[in-house]
């Protein structure tokens, strides 16, 4: 008799053990599941904020299910606030068009700074976008 465990990770990289039980022939198997983190481009700017976001393509296990983007404004070192998130996202999982790009100027006085990241259909997710 075998068992197959699986092991989640947002770590890049796959990776298997497997330890006997002794006995009679039991043995269990683990594998490591990963996602590479995106990286990110934008296209288009208007009012000087970019009008779409573009994630690399997937790299991982699994089919690729969702993306969380988020926009936070650096205040300092030290304090990030989100200003804008769409979370689980299931229909803009490569690319993303933000709220603001057909509206008015997006007020903020700090720097924005994107980010994304992947979750494949087991429901790893990879690390956050640099």
């Not at 904020?49 to 969380?68: E, L, N, Q």
């Not at 404004?73 to 030290?78: S, W, Y």
């Not at 989100?82 to 057909?102: G, K, M, Q, R």
């Not at 008015?104 to 790893?124: D, I, W």
């Amino acid at each position: 008799m075998s068992i197959k465990v699986i092991g989640l990770t947002n770590e890049f990289g796959l990776g298997s053990s497997s330890s006997g039980g002794g006995g009679m022939g039991d043995s269990v198997t683990m594998q490591t599941m990963s996602i590479e983190k995106p990286t990110l481009t934008t296209e288009e700017a208007m009012f000087g904020y970019s009008r779409k976001f573009v994630g690399s393509a997937f790299d991982g296990d699994g089919d690729h299910v969702s993306t969380d983007w988020r926009v936070f404004e650096k205040m300092n070192d030290n304090l990030k606030v989100v200003v804008y998130s769409s979370l689980e996202n299931t229909s803009d999982i490569t690319a993303h068009t933000p709220p603001w790009s057909s509206s008015a100027q997006f007020a903020t006085s700090g720097l924005l700074k994107v980010q994304a990241r992947y979750r494949n259909e087991y429901g790893v997710v990879s690390r956050w976008s640099p």
